[in-house]
């Protein structure tokens, strides 16, 4: 660094890009970080890394896909390269080729494993983290080939329970193939990869487990391939095993200059191995269909696992004594229950937001789902993710997942905090070593620029990608004010009262200089509202603001503040029913939606409900969420395609319609629908977390539309919380101590007991 820190870099980068004819690329960054507020951290190292890995990707797929069209490729490219198809996007002058339109897949695993394979909607599977993947086809003797990548008529769900499956279904005039793929044990402390395959043809055939040098986002480089006799497996690159339960297939392959291995399926090789210098060596095991006989076969993948973190070995003793709900909704009955084992299977140790493109650490992603975990009941899981942030906090208190977002101090506190609300638990004794650090930083972290809209916040940074570019983003901000007043909690707790006092007067100090902030907005437009920064007019980005109220409630559901910006972003950036970001995600936004919808709830504004239907209808058949939505495929364009945040959201939102606190109450059943009253059904919330000790309760209807609601809570201390009943469409009551309560429309009298 002394000596390398002396080079002319700039100078050298100039005349290299004058000698070949380039624009100068000094003069071109510069240009460009003028959109940008200045900012120590212009572009986080991990994102420049993380987008270099992804883009060399969709250069590969420019050089492999665009001129080889006639191999068989999987669903997205089979879509987004099809000029008929709605999911088409002209490439042109698009250097790199990505999936932007059908971002869509899900995982399966075991409990507390890091190590997951992916099904896309087809049914390719992808057995290992970015890799190759094995798809099913059928050729009849008569030529006509059946593949689920290209067919219309194909279903696929979601197995919870016992295991986790991912189930296919494809079927077109008398052919199908049926696939379940799950995760198991082995006997030898690791795991394998199951697909079980059914297929059936009224006329007769073959049926081809086809191994691609591809995966959901594209080309991924198979070098060898070979086939070992003795043992019935082929072997990919080396290392990765297939083991075929039938004993008679037939091998084809093939390499990239001689073309796909579909086109020579009648070639049975003698050779037991090929060499692609490409990358995109291909193979082909296929087995004869009898005509109208059903066929039924498996194939299993060695997993190497290593160590799990939880000693569990089965998906129903893993979710055993979590939050469970009954709804008259079948729809919404699943979306729960898939969304609840989506977190518990990325919650391993640490806290992934989806199973393949995130499967990797952030602060952020962390604690808003960690938030979730605590709400239904899965406190080993959250205690475990909290017990590995210690050592990401740097020697000057930053908790760090990548440079320059400021808000990850903010929400570790918060979470700390939460955590010890919802389990009456201390947190580990290294977590609370991190506090008053972490306060430190935040207080040496302010701006201290009296005379300018941002004095006292947090600098310009990244913050969340979806804001836009660098700027003073209230975001951090709120977040800030939030974990400082957590930390003055769990120091209250404690009996640390001087230490608690300065984390009060801390956040009250930044809470002052926002609100100053929202005060001297230049802009007429943003006047009253809540900005994504000082320096903004109002678009898109203001959703981060919105945090001061969900799920921070730093001010009153009442705050003008909110209810403005909250309809600005209802009439002005919902598509089709669902909140779109026009900033880098330029998709509908699940999570986002539910925080709107979050926002409405607590206002006991009715527009939630529209917004909630609208976020389940966008869920994919296996109940999943990709990080944003192409709004014109309905296929994810952005991010993870199994999100984790979303299921969060869907999950806290789901549970905050049942019971949700509000200072020091409970306020039961705002969330509560006429639709789920009118059912008959008796409506059912057990096992759920509150800051007063678990709760259960029912919500039964009764005659002439009045209902009973019964409660059961197990309160940790002597106080008893004030407890609100405010279903929508029925007088509110409230009270302490009470057990249960009879409500009627309003205008006509409440029976309480």
């Not at 990505?98 to 869509?104: F, G, K, V």
């Not at 509560?672 to 919330?685: D, N, Y």
């Amino acid at each position: 660094m002394g000596i390398t820190k002396w080079i002319p870099w700039q100078l050298i980068a100039r005349k290299a890009a004058k000698a070949y004819g380039f624009n100068d690329p000094v003069e071109t960054l510069n240009r460009i970080r003028k959109f940008s507020r200045p900012s120590e951290t212009n572009e986080p190292i991990e994102l420049l890394r993380a987008g270099f890995a992804f883009h060399a990707r969709g250069l590969a797929n420019t050089k492999a896909i665009q001129n080889n069209l006639d191999w068989i490729w999987p669903f997205w490219i089979q879509k987004q390269y099809n000029p008929k198809d709605e999911s088409f996007i002209p490439r042109a002058f698009s250097f790199s080729h990505i999936n932007l339109t059908q971002r869509n897949w899900t995982a399966v695993g075991l409990p507390d494993c890091e190590e997951y394979s992916i099904v896309d909607p087809r049914g390719l599977v992808t057995p290992f983290h970015d890799s190759w993947s094995i798809d099913f086809w059928m050729v009849t003797d008569k030529g006509t080939w059946f593949l689920p990548c290209k067919e219309r008529y194909v279903t696929q769900t979601m197995r919870t329970g016992e295991d986790l499956a991912v189930i296919t279904k494809s079927r077109r005039d008398g052919m199908s193939i049926t696939s379940e793929v799950r995760m198991e044990p082995d006997s030898k402390g690791e795991a394998r990869l199951s697909v079980k395959i059914n297929a059936e043809s009224r006329f007769s055939g073959q049926l081809v487990y086809a191994v691609r040098p591809y995966n959901p986002e594209g080309i991924q480089f198979i070098d060898a391939i070979s086939f070992d006799t003795e043992s019935n497996e082929l072997v990919i690159n080396g290392k990765d095993r297939i083991r075929f339960s039938d004993s008679k297939v037939q091998l084809s392959l093939s390499n990239y200059k001689k073309g796909d291995v579909a086109h020579f399926l009648n070639e049975v090789t003698e050779e037991n191995s090929i060499h692609c210098e490409a990358g995109m060596a291909s193979a082909a095991a296929s087995v004869n269909l009898k005509a109208s006989t059903p066929y039924h076969s498996e194939i299993s993948i060695p997993i190497k696992i290593g160590e799990t973190s939880g000693s569990v070995s089965s998906w129903s003793e893993k979710l055993k004594g979590t939050t469970r709900i009954k709804l008259p909704n079948e729809a919404e009955q699943k979306q729960y229950e898939r969304s609840l084992q989506t977190l518990a299977l990325l919650s391993p140790k640490d806290i992934y937001p989806g199973p393949y493109t995130y499967r990797r650490f952030w602060f952020r992603d962390a604690c808003l789902i960690a938030h979730a975990l605590l709400r239904t009941g899965q406190e080993e899981a959250c205690r475990r993710a909290l017990e590995e942030f210690p050592a990401r906090q740097t020697k000057d208190g930053y908790f760090r997942s990548q440079e320059g977002e400021w808000d990850s101090n903010g929400q570790v506190l918060w979470i700390y905090d939460l955590y010890e609300r919802m389990t009456g638990k201390e947190l580990p004794e290294a977590c609370f070593d991190t506090i008053k650090p972490a306060m430190k930083w935040i207080s040496n972290k302010l701006c201290q620029e009296p005379g300018s809209a941002h004095h006292g916040l947090l600098p310009p940074g990244f913050s969340a990608e979806h804001f836009g570019p660098n700027d003073f983003y209230y975001w951090d901000d709120f977040w800030a004010v939030g974990g400082l007043r957590a930390a003055r909690d769990i120091l209250l707790r404690r009996g640390m009262n001087s230490f608690a006092s300065t984390a009060e007067k801390s956040a009250d100090k930044i809470l002052t200089h926002i609100e100053d902030s929202l005060d001297s907005l230049s802009s007429q437009r943003a006047k009253g509202h809540m900005p994504a920064s000082p320096y903004r007019r109002l678009d898109s980005g203001a959703i981060g603001s919105l945090v001061s109220d969900y799920p921070l409630q730093i001010w009153d559901q009442e705050d003008s503040r909110i209810r403005k910006t909250a309809d600005y972003l209802y009439k002005n950036c919902l598509v089709d029913g669902a909140f779109f970001q026009d900033m880098i995600h330029s998709g509908l936004n699940i999570y986002l939606t539910l925080d709107l919808a979050q926002t409405f709830l607590r206002a006991g504004d009715p527009r939630w409900e529209e917004l909630a239907n609208r976020c389940l209808e966008l869920s994919s058949p296996t109940g999943q969420w990709p990080e944003a939505i192409n709004p014109r495929t309905l296929g994810g364009c952005m991010g993870d395609g199994q999100h984790a945040w979303a299921a969060a959201e869907w999950l806290l939102f789901t549970l905050n319609r049942f019971v949700r606190e509000e200072n020091d109450r409970l306020i039961i059943g705002s969330g509560i629908c006429e639709r789920w009253i009118e059912s008959g059904e008796t409506l059912t919330l057990e096992n759920a977390p509150t800051s007063y000790g678990p709760l259960s309760l029912e919500v039964i209807p009764c005659d002439e539309g009045s209902i009973r609601i019964e409660i059961d809570l197990s309160s940790r201390t002597n106080e008893n919380p004030l407890i609100e009943y405010r279903i929508p469409g029925y007088d509110i009551k409230s009270g302490r101590n009470i057990k249960q309560v009879e409500l009627v429309p309003e205008n006509r009298t409440a029976t309480i007991s």
